[in-house]
């Protein structure tokens, strides 16, 4: 063929191209996007309860708005994060990549964004949506909510009270406000952020609006699930989780985190009830999730189980049907891709993410897509200073319908972080196991419920508990989860799974490696070394005993 005939037939295709792109745009819906997004919110809406086939923790939470949502709209049964740590999953969730194709933002302490990988905020900035935020969308890590144009976009002079409720409304009705009096004042601010970033759009412009509470993320108020919101810690006995003592002081740990969920479905009520006001309701896209599992727990945040990586996906969708639950498997990722079709925008390369708009637009219940039946979730460094050398944790996992396969890469480290001061006959002192996370074992959040395992390990009735929750773990993990949902009874080396076993690890390496994972590909890999391993952040300089101070 002649230099010109190519040149020729390059110019004509680039034309389709674009041709082809802009009838794409112009057949989008471009719908407004509200997003509320609540840090560490785990699957906990009272819309889930009876799912599972089981007695769960949504039988006791009361979360009537975002059951409004579901009812109107599609609740997502099967939905995952791809890393269950704040900083990681968010990279993961703006860029639509897998979280370790996010370069420095596959970490949480040291996290760097690299500017080079695109975001859908601001794709669809660029794409014409007036976008506004308020409160946390992408941190730990600098720029702090880089992707999603750093605090240029924010809106949040009315107060950020929101950020922590129970630390803020426990104090007035402590002093004798009445419960209903001081949530309203928290819930003035949510509302007037809101409305802010509404009187700031161009008539008749498309908006993106992310609220990022961060109130589920610890610490909070001791005893405030009971006195904030009516929950009584003993409604929760025989529901908890088989790796969770059911024992008052973690009851009522438990029952405080509940009601933070119920703090963030009151924001959800405020924001819809502004967003009918406004006459925008009918062509605006809500949709409801959390960034992980439970925090200050065995299993929840910075574990690869359901209780770390399960989380709530509810979307109400314009003029499509409403009340339907859906199986599919679904990844938060899959949101990035999703936002950039109902905005007419063309997705870049390099996505692990599906567009939910097929699914958001089918009439049907169940599974619908028989290909979406798994999901790859992993973590690499959470808190920099848990393990000596400021070494990762590196986990990946497999899940299906079926199974979840755990590789752990190097089980000769200690998942939740180095023991520090506990021994068989010590442990730091109980106030800071409560409520500094460095103390020990620092990829698990501080809590009551953390410094009740480390007080009773050498119990004989509660050391399972705690090995479960600190302890080193094998390079392999197995669990079936039609049999052993909470998965506690690992089949690893149950010659009867051998087989299913080196199935999903063959599935799993191969799948890793075409993402082209650097865990997989590089020898070694690069979160082995800086600036991975870099101790460059304030919170590894903690001052033992006060969460607020730091050291010089």
């Given amino acids: 063929m002649s230099p010109v005939k190519k040149h020729l037939l390059c110019f004509l295709f680039g034309l389709f191209a674009w041709a082809h792109a802009g009838r794409a745009a112009d057949a989008a819906p471009r719908w407004n996007i509200l997003f509320i997004f609540a840090d560490d919110w785990g699957r906990y809406a009272s819309c889930y309860k009876g799912l599972d086939g089981r007695p769960t923790l949504n039988d006791v939470i009361k979360t009537p708005n975002v059951d409004r949502v579901a009812r109107e709209g599609v609740l997502f049964k099967n939905a995952f994060v791809n890393a269950p740590s704040c900083t990681p999953c968010r990279s993961s969730l ?44 992408w941190s730990p890590g600098t720029p702090v909510d880089a992707p999603f144009g750093g605090q240029q976009y924010a809106f949040e002079k009315h107060g950020n009270m929101a950020q922590h409720f129970s630390q803020h409304a426990a104090p007035m009705v402590q002093q004798g406000m009445s419960v209903s009096l001081a949530r309203e004042k928290i819930l003035d ?105 439970m925090p200050g727990v ?52 390099g996505l692990y993410g599906r567009t939910l708009l097929p699914l958001l637009k089918s009439d049907k219940n169940g599974q619908i897509d028989a290909t979406r039946n798994w999901v790859i979730t992993g973590r690499e460094r959470h808190v920099a200073s848990a393990r000596e050398g400021n070494l990762p944790y590196p986990m990946r996992a497999l899940r299906t319908p079926e199974f979840v396969y755990i590789r752990n890469f190097a089980p000769d480290r200690w998942p939740m972080g180095s023991p520090k001061g506990v021994t068989p006959t010590e442990m730091p002192d109980f106030a800071a196991l409560q409520g500094v996370t460095y103390t020990a074992f620092a990829d698990m959040d501080a809590s009551p419920t953390k410094a009740w395992l480390v007080m009773h390990r050498n119990e004989p009735d509660w050391k399972w508990y705690y090995e479960f929750a600190f302890g080193k773990r094998p390079g392999e993990e197995l669990y079936d989860v039609r049999k052993d949902p909470d998965q506690v009874n690992n089949l690893a080396a149950d010659p009867a799974f051998a087989k299913i076993k080196q199935q999903l690890s063959q599935r799993l390496l191969k799948t890793l490696t075409d993402a082209k994972d650097p865990r997989i590909i590089e020898q070694p890999p690069r979160f082995e070394h800086p600036p991975f391993t870099d101790m460059n952040d304030k919170e590894t300089k903690r001052v033992p005993g006060d969460p607020k101070k730091t050291k010089e």
């Avoid at 979280?99 to 964004?113: D, E, M």
């Avoid at 609220?211 to 699930?225: E, I, M």
């Fill in 94 to 137: 703006l860029s639509g990549r897998y979280f370790f194709n996010c370069n420095r933002g596959a970490i949480l302490n040291g996290a760097v964004w690299d500017s080079s990988i695109p975001t859908f905020p601001l794709l669809l900035r660029d794409a014409g949506y007036s976008i506004g935020k308020s409160y946390k969308v």
């Fill in 189 to 293: 601010q949510v509302r007037g952020n809101f409305e802010d970033f509404l009187a700031s759009r161009k008539a008749g412009q498309p908006w993106h609006y992310f609220f990022g509470p961060t109130t589920t993320h610890r610490t909070w108020v001791k005893g405030s699930g009971k006195l904030l919101w009516g929950i009584e810690p003993d409604s929760l006995k025989g529901k908890m989780p088989k790796f969770l003592p059911d024992v008052p002081e973690v009851r009522e740990d438990v029952a405080d985190y509940l009601g933070e969920c119920q703090a963030v479905d009151a924001y959800v009520g405020v924001l819809l009830k502004r967003l009918e006001e406004t006459g925008e309701a009918n062509r605006t896209l809500i949709v409801l999730s959390g960034d992980h599992g």
């Fill in 298 to 349: 065995p299993a929840g945040k910075c574990n690869l189980y359901d209780m770390g990586v399960s989380i709530p996906l509810i979307m109400r969708v314009p003029g499509a049907k409403g009340g339907r639950i859906v199986d599919d498997f679904v990844r938060l990722p899959d949101l990035a891709p999703t936002f950039m079709e109902i905005a007419g925008v063309a997705p870049p390369a």
